[in-house]
């Protein structure tokens, strides 16, 4: 009786430090705790990033411009997609996700010389980021799955997913004091260092486990089969209800933020006749508070929530938490379209998008092949993500024609939601179904 206590006092500090939020296993912490730092890394960066893209395109070219540009995005994605697909049926994962880290830090390198020689670079850059973000997002978190098996995942993932949390809260508190002390094309360089920084961590983990049993370590020396990213997802009963998930969670939720945008504008015009409060001032503070708050709740829910609903609901069990969330803020936004409310349910719906969701739909590719985990992830949480902009665009562009308000808005999304609720239930079943036919630490 006395060895698990052994056990227990020989781990390293950092694993007792972390076992309250994880069931940490001996040999586990130091790479979990490199992979929360790599994602995190990824995370600030984008959000430094993000900071420097909108103040070059609305300097250089204004907000309209800014709205067509994210169509622009999509249709890139149509070619990086393929792309990215054909690359990883030649080299194994460990070049796969530092060759393409690399190649996106070495754009930076070009925009910053660009950027110190006065060439306008606004929607070059807006472009270029819209595609990096979700590139290098799904990409490491395909790698995670490689790594793990169903079971280990489920456990792992909440702690894992803890970086990318803090990355975004900390990332959007410091980028603008960064932007302030040092100018957007000296953020560049620092962004280009930082993902360097991430390759040596993703080549770190893959040393450390490419000889470890379980997972789909051994399987990550070879590339992948030649089947292509969409070819996949359409073959797939499974990959093309996540893919369209993703499409109606972009559209419930940008619907959303076009309600609260609306709302927000109205009280800032309220402001400035009734107050003299300036209209941008209004604005500013208004999202500066909303951000701050979602990116902390989203870290909390990560922290304390998704660990425990992992637990007891699972992964297809977690997936009906933020359509729930979703029904009863659209269903309140029904009766009391008022912006205090409003701010309150879509605080709740990004924070638990931001953690919760994210998480589970992660994990709702353990149980898929190598080549779903690398190339069909990455066209659904790419091409299929923008589609679900341009489908909410679309949405707002017929809604205006036909004259909706707050309701009619908030009355369509709880139809969308709806929708979504039926297509969670089918991978919900397609998940388990799954579980049934491969073993708990089957490899992918």
């Known amino acids: ?74 249709l890139l994605l149509l070619v990086a997609v393929p792309a990215y697909a054909a690359l990883a049926s030649r080299v194994n994962r460990v070049w796969l996700v530092g060759g393409v880290t690399l190649f996106f830090a070495s754009h930076l390198l070009v925009f910053y010389a660009l950027g110190m020689a006065r060439v306008p670079v606004g929607v070059p850059f807006f472009l270029w980021l819209g595609v990096f973000n979700l590139v290098v997002i799904a990409q490491f978190w395909a790698f995670a799955n490689d790594l793990y098996s169903r079971e280990d995942g489920k456990r792992l993932f909440p702690l894992i997913g803890l970086g990318s949390a803090l990355g975004a809260w900390l990332g959007a508190q410091f980028a603008s004091s960064l932007f302030a002390a040092i100018g957007p094309f000296h953020l560049l360089l620092v962004a280009a260092g930082g993902l360097v920084f991430c390759v040596v961590v993703t080549i770190w983990v893959h040393e450390r486990e490419k000889g470890k049993e379980g997972g789909a370590a051994g399987e990550g020396e070879r590339p992948l089969g030649k089947q292509g990213a969409f070819q996949l997802i ?139 985990k690398y190339k069909a992830k990455q066209a659904i949480d790419s091409f299929f993500w923008r589609a679900g902009d341009l489908l909410q665009a679309g949405v707002v562009f017929v809604g205006a024609r036909l004259g909706f308000g707050m309701r009619d808005y908030a009355l369509l999304n709880l139809l969308f939601v709806g929708v979504w609720l039926v297509i969670v239930a089918g991978i919900a079943r397609d998940y388990r179904e799954r579980i049934k036919a491969r073993p708990a630490r089957a490899v992918a």
């Open 1 to 74: 009786m006395a060895q698990p206590e052994n056990v227990a006092r020989a781990a390293p500090w950092w694993s007792r430090l972390l076992s309250p939020i994880a069931d940490i296993r001996p040999g586990e912490a130091a790479t979990v705790l490199l992979l929360g730092v790599n994602v995190f890394c990824l995370l600030a960066l984008y959000y430094v990033l993000k900071t420097v893209r909108e103040a070059l395109i609305l300097t250089e070219s204004g907000a309209e411009v800014k709205s067509y540009a994210a169509a622009g995005q999509a």
């Open 234 to 372: 359409f073959r797939d009963r499974y990959l093309l209800l996540i893919a369209l998930l993703l499409v109606l969670v972009n559209v419930v939720n940008t619907v959303g933020e076009f309600l609260l945008g609306s709302l927000v504008v109205e009280e800032a015009t309220r402001a400035a006749a009734a107050e003299g409060i300036e209209r941008g001032v209004f604005i500013g503070r208004f999202y500066g508070s909303f951000f701050a708050w979602v990116n902390l709740l989203g870290f909390l829910f990560q922290l304390l929530l998704v660990p425990r609903l992992f637990k007891h609901l699972g992964v297809n069990g977690t997936l009906f938490v933020l359509p729930v969330v979703a029904l009863l803020s659209y269903g309140t936004l029904v009766f009391v379209p008022i912006l205090g409310v409003v701010r309150l349910m879509k605080t709740l719906e990004n924070a638990s998008d931001y953690s919760i969701q994210m998480t589970t739909r992660h994990a709702l590719f353990l149980p898929t092949s190598r080549e779903a």
